[in-house]
């Protein structure tokens, strides 16, 4: 049990700083972005109990945290929340297709891996430049929120981002003072958002939203289940999380999705010592979420309060390793690198071409350069 409470909060404390970033950088006001984070560990925490309640499999799930990625550097596509609403539903109603139709999910995750890593680690790369910034622009917050990630990252790795956190919210409260925590956001409340359906951010938002929502978070996930001795059945898993991500969607939930990091730890012999127990781990990690989510509208606040470098610094440490293990997967097979590349910079570039950001030409490009040059390669075998 006390396995499930450790992977609620460091699930929570690595990543909900990120989510925040997303949502206001699509568009949400400081309580809309408090609803958003109040209504993923509502959802996940009641996902988390039930299924795993159900099948006696610690199956566990998280929010999207590619997707919040997604949403910081979609942050030039729409400043239009109810655009970004709508994205955010379509994203959940083709999950719950894909559970419904396998051909979709089997379309989605045979996505080449140098085109699903490169786009990824383009979405990643400039939010993992900020730390750099940051120094820069905030150098008295900045640098000791640096220097206790890498400390705790020698140590206890696990700990180094949540730590991090820590030591920019004791910044924060030191420069900005305490009115944060009295904000009328610092209250739990969720908010409800009308969906606009605006084709160009379905397709610049939404629909690489459902990409690396499912290639860079399901897809891992069933393999570490499947790494433990666990066959997760797949359609119930699709069909609740994207129900999940519908419901949530309208009060600004982005994306809910098997977890891949905190399962492994949940699914490990460390929940406990008989495989058939260790779904109790998981439905204590969904208590917890339902707990840690009375705490969103004060980290909301404290978001709020923060000077924004700072606080998309802190998502691109915790980053770090997600961009490092995408660009090695991109680049793992050398006849596909330069696939992989393009694919990187067209997404990294943030450009946004008929009003459709980056991450979705990334794909198209990198699309375009993979069959170029396998197609050349293979006329020239021929020959």
Known sequence: MATGIVAAVTGFASSFVLVLAGLRAVGATDAQAASGLLALCVLVGAVCIALPWYFKVPISFAWSTPGAALLVAAGAVTDDFGA???????????????????????????????????????????????????????????????????????????????????????????????????????????????????????????????????????????????????????????????????????FGAHGINLAAITAALMASPEAHRDPAKRWIATVSSGVGYLILGLCAGLAAALVAASPPVLIVAVAGLALLGALVSSLTGALEEPRHRITAIATFLVTASGISVLGIGSAFWGLVVGGIVMLWLGWGRTRRQAV
């Open 84 to 250: 970004a609403i709508g994205a955010f539903l379509v994203c959940g109603a083709l999950i719950v297709l894909s559970g419904l139709w396998p051909a979709l999910s089997r379309a989605i995750t045979s996505i080449p891996k140098p085109l699903a890593g490169a786009m990824l680690a383009g979405i990643l790369f400039p939010i993992c430049l900020a730390p750099i910034t940051a120094a820069i622009e905030q150098p008295v917050l900045a640098i000791p929120v640096i220097l206790v990630w890498l400390v705790l990252y020698r140590v206890a790795p696990s700990w180094a981002v949540p730590a991090a956190m820590v030591a920019a919210g004791i910044g924060i409260a030191v420069t900005a003072g305490t009115d944060w925590a009295t904000a009328p956001t610092a209250a739990p409340a969720l908010v409800f958002t009308a969906p606009v359906f605006d084709p160009l951010v379905i397709v610049s938002l939404g629909l690489p939203l459902f990409v690396v929502t499912m290639a860079g978070q399901n897809v891992p996930g069933f393999a570490v289940m499947t790494t433990f001795g666990y066959q997760v059945p797949p359609r119930p898993v699709l069909l609740t999380s994207g129900l999940a991500t519908v419901v949530g969607s309208a």
